[in-house]
């Protein structure tokens, strides 16, 4: 890939959260961390109370780029051929496959966490082989599949708890709060103009790219130069995790592979073909917080992830130069 064609798939990147930003009002931390990972190839897990935009985010990221979106809403008795698909007998001892909507480009798992085992199970083969298995059988999804799956924060009435091994592969955790006060009167002014989160045909958006664009924008990620100091800086951040007193559980080396691959994309959006340490430091939170515990007695006294990590960022020393 030239410096031209790399310059090229950066300002696809840019004009894709410069389009979402119009569109999800006062939500550009999570446009621009949803983003960094659909170009780093990984699942988003967002987190937020009902009505900060989960839903429109991840259809409007769809038109952006004219590929194909499926929302499943998760229950306590969804069964997992209700996401992957069934055969069908269709003739004597003849049987077709009926795709399930786990078949689609970017599919929205609404209350991912109120899934039984089984479920989860299948949504765990989906996430890390980018396949279902069904009867025996093996049927690829599709080159541009992403999980977005939103958890509500406030309501744990007949939820599961996620299993650590499904967290650790979404690439991100993605809060969403709600909207600073000029964007949510933004927002009833689009609404008075024609909007309706329900029509995508009223968000005003303009496909920029396809799922071809979308490869070439990951094929630039890959291309992003990282120094040896900063893999050593990542590597040193993740594996602190599990020796901090405060912190009972630490991250996977999955996730020194996602904080390197969301620092590469983060890097592309700023138009850069080289890492530095803000790139990694402004993602460490979200490729990490769902990954660490933090100690009971600690949590009860009001110590979060977010506040974890940030004192662990404070105790490794960045490269630099």
């Given at each position: 890939m030239t410096d031209q064609e790399f310059a090229s798939q950066a300002?696809?990147?840019?004009r894709l959260a410069t389009?979402?930003?119009?569109?999800?009002?006062?939500?550009?931390?999570?446009?621009?961390?949803?983003?960094?990972?659909?170009?780093?190839?990984?699942?988003?897990?967002?987190e937020g109370p009902p009505g900060t935009a989960k839903t429109l985010l991840v259809r409007a990221l769809a038109a952006s780029l004219g590929l194909g979106f499926r929302r499943i809403q998760f229950t306590?008795?969804?069964?997992?051929?209700?996401?992957?698909?069934v055969n069908l007998l269709t003739g004597a001892n003849a049987f077709t496959f009926r795709a399930g909507p786990l078949f689609s480009d970017l599919v929205l798992g609404d209350e991912i966490?109120?899934?039984?085992?089984?479920?989860?199970?299948?949504?765990?083969?989906a996430m890390q082989e980018r396949s279902v298995t069904v009867d025996g059988e093996r049927h690829p999804l599709s080159p541009a599949f992403t999980v977005f799956a939103t958890q509500n924060p406030i309501e744990f009435e007949g939820t599961y708890p996620l299993p650590e091994a499904e967290l650790d592969r979404f690439l991100i955790k993605v809060l969403l709060s709600y909207p600073p006060a000029a964007a949510e009167q933004g927002l009833l002014e689009r609404v008075l103009?024609?909007?309706?989160?329900?029509d995508p045909a009223s968000f005003g958006v303009e496909t920029i790219t396809d799922a071809n664009g979308l490869a070439g924008v990951r094929a630039a990620v890959r291309r992003v130069r990282v120094e040896p100091s900063l893999i050593e800086y990542i590597t040193t951040l993740v594996r602190t995790?599990?020796?901090?007193?405060?912190?009972?559980?630490?991250?996977?080396p999955r996730?020194?592979?996602?904080?390197?691959?969301?620092?590469?994309?983060?890097?592309?959006?700023?138009?850069?073909?080289?890492?530095?340490?803000?790139?990694?430091?402004?993602?460490?939170?979200?490729?990490?917080?769902?990954?660490?515990?933090?100690?009971p007695e600690l949590e009860l006294e009001g110590v979060t992830p977010d506040a974890a990590i940030r004192t662990l960022l404070e105790r490794v020393e960045a490269p630099r130069g």
């Open positions: 300002q696809v990147a840019q389009q979402l930003d119009r569109v999800v009002l006062g939500q550009g931390e999570a446009i621009r961390e949803a983003l960094m990972a659909l170009f780093a190839r990984g699942h988003v897990l967002l306590p008795d969804l069964m997992p051929s209700d996401i992957t698909g966490n109120r899934a039984p085992a089984k479920t989860q199970a299948a949504m765990l083969e103009a024609g909007f309706e989160s329900s995790t599990r020796d901090t007193p405060t912190i009972t559980l630490g991250a996977s996730a020194s592979v996602a904080l390197l691959t969301v620092a590469q994309a983060s890097a592309l959006m700023d138009g850069r073909d080289f890492v530095v340490p803000d790139d990694v430091k402004g993602m460490a939170s979200a490729v990490l917080r769902h990954r660490i515990q933090i100690a």
